[in-house]
Antibody, heavy 124, light 113 residues
């Protein structure tokens, strides 16, 4: 079945970096956009950006520009999200999610399915 | 950025009662090429990732019970749960995917009376 499986929880110190992986299966990985969304404890959902697996194009939320890098390894059908210069307010569950459909103009950006989430804790 | 505003923040309803959640976008999210509104609804239960319920404002995702329905156009949208069930206790989010950044509403917590 269509599935995204993420890497395990991470504990990092302020100023460090974290790289979360998202292993895809059950669909043609190269044909979709992969999105990243985070959720701070007890808070709502915050969209971070997406990567087009086919051509590598990316779109990041401005607040993360310069700190985030989204990549993919098509041979491993895995997407990655690296966040650098971590701060305590980066403590959150990070989700990957696939765009709902493979639309030619990349407009079908409802999110389904979602990975199970990766808790990243930033603490000194 | 398009701001998505949900109301109410929380609601308490009885089993079998209808529950209505509103979502307002700060500008139109009607995609002219498709003549569809670029709005999705998700539910999230504690400790779980969000689950897609509705996309294009009113298209129910496969496998979602038909008591869930979406409506609205332009800037005003509604998710209706027709006949609340115990398993519907969750936080519900709307999301616009019309233009980047693809923003979410703040969420509506639904509980059973």
């Amino acid at each position: 079945q269509v599935q995204l499986v993420q890497s395990g929880p991470e504990v990092k110190k302020p100023g460090a970096s974290v790289k979360v992986s998202c292993k895809a299966s059950g669909f043609p990985f190269n044909s979709y956009l992969i999105h990243w969304v985070r959720q701070a404890p007890g808070q709502g959902l915050e969209w971070m950006g997406w990567i087009n697996v086919y051509n590598g194009n990316r779109d990041y939320v401005q607040k993360f520009q310069g700190r985030v890098t989204m990549t993919t390894d098509t041979s491993a059908t895995t997407a990655y999200m690296e966040l650098r210069s971590l701060r305590s307010d980066d403590t959150a569950v990070y989700y990957c999610a696939r765009a709902g459909e493979n639309c030619p103009d990349a407009t079908c950006n409802w999110l389904d399915p979602w990975g199970q989430g990766t808790l990243v804790t930033v603490s000194s | 950025d398009i701001v998505m505003t949900q109301s109410p923040d929380s609601l308490v309803a009885s089993l079998g009662e209808r529950a209505t959640i509103n979502c307002k976008s700060s500008r139109t999210i009607l995609h002219s090429s498709y003549n569809k509104n670029s709005l999705a609804w998700y539910s999230q239960k504690p400790g779980q990732p969000p689950k897609l319920l509705i996309y294009w404002a009113s298209t129910r995702q496969s496998g979602v019970p038909d008591r869930f329905s979406g409506s609205g156009s332009g800037t005003d949208f509604t998710l209706t749960i027709g006949g609340l069930q115990a398993e519907d206790v969750a936080v519900y989010y709307c999301q616009q995917y019309y233009s980047s950044p693809f923003t979410f509403g703040g969420g509506t917590k639904v509980e059973i009376k």
